[in-house]
């Protein structure tokens, strides 16, 4: 009954070549995340999708892109893995965005279970 | 500056003894305040949450936490540990108007036999 999937669980891939993580969502929800968490530290937000409008932290590198084609799925890119991007990558979806949600006492947002990228 | 701040990295206990983790957060307004906790190569699961109301609020396996204005804290209990909570648990904050959490850096918890 999972209900936000993340494939693969482990990908390893060379430094410098590209490299799609998946998400996907049983939830219908409209808002879809992407964190990096690296070594025993807390998850960053890279960016989030709110139904088709991206929005991106201000300190998310170039290097970092997101496709959303549908509700269900949402892709993170990495165009040119350097050794640093390894991390754990999650995904996490909320019903709407996290203000209007937290107002009414419902919803939080809804983690994957991660993909641990390698970069040799 | 916004933060959430968890004092302690690491915290070793015995199974069967009582657990207290800290957060401490550093915002003007109340925010939102969460629990996750995240196993190894795992995700993140949501212990509990706080929006309003009630100051101490109960979550799922026998954790709780209570918010307190004064000392801006949400420290996490549970009053008997089991080796199965062996994890990292991270205390996270969500202010009003802003559509993102902040998190802390995350205590990890070791039970002993």
């Known amino acids: 009954d999972a209900m936000v999937i993340q494939n693969p669980r482990y990908q390893v891939t060379q430094f410098g070549k590209p490299v799609t993580l998946s998400c996907s969502q049983t939830?219908?929800?409209?808002?879809m995340y992407w964190y990096q968490q690296k070594s025993s530290q807390a998850p960053k937000l890279l960016f989030h999708?709110?139904?088709?409008?991206?929005?991106n932290e201000a300190d998310t590198p170039d290097n970092f892109q997101s496709r959303r084609p549908n509700t269900s799925f949402c892709f993170l890119d990495i165009r040119s893995p350097g050794l640093g991007d390894a991390a754990m990558y999650l995904c996490a979806t909320s019903r709407d965005l996290m203000a209007s949600s937290l107002l009414d006492g419902k919803e939080t947002q809804y983690f994957g279970p991660g993909t641990r990228l390698l970069v040799l | 500056a916004q933060s959430v701040t968890q004092p302690d990295i690491h915290i070793t206990v015995s199974e069967g003894a009582s657990l207290e983790l800290r957060c401490n957060y550093s915002?003007?307004?109340?925010?939102?305040l969460f629990w996750y906790v995240q196993s190894p190569g795992q995700g993140l699961q949501l212990l509990l949450k706080y929006f309003s109301g009630d100051t101490l609020v109960q979550g799922i396996k026998g954790f709780e936490a209570e918010f307190k204005r004064s000392q801006s804290s949400f420290n996490l209990r549970k009053p008997s540990v089991h080796w199965s909570d062996a994890a990292e648990y991270f205390c996270a904050v969500v202010v009003n108007n802003f559509n993102k959490f902040y998190f802390g850096s995350g205590t990890k918890l070791n039970v002993k036999p």
């Open positions: 939830l219908n929800h409209n808002v």
């Open positions: 915002y003007g307004a109340t925010p939102y």
């Open positions: 999708y709110y139904d088709k409008d991206f929005n």
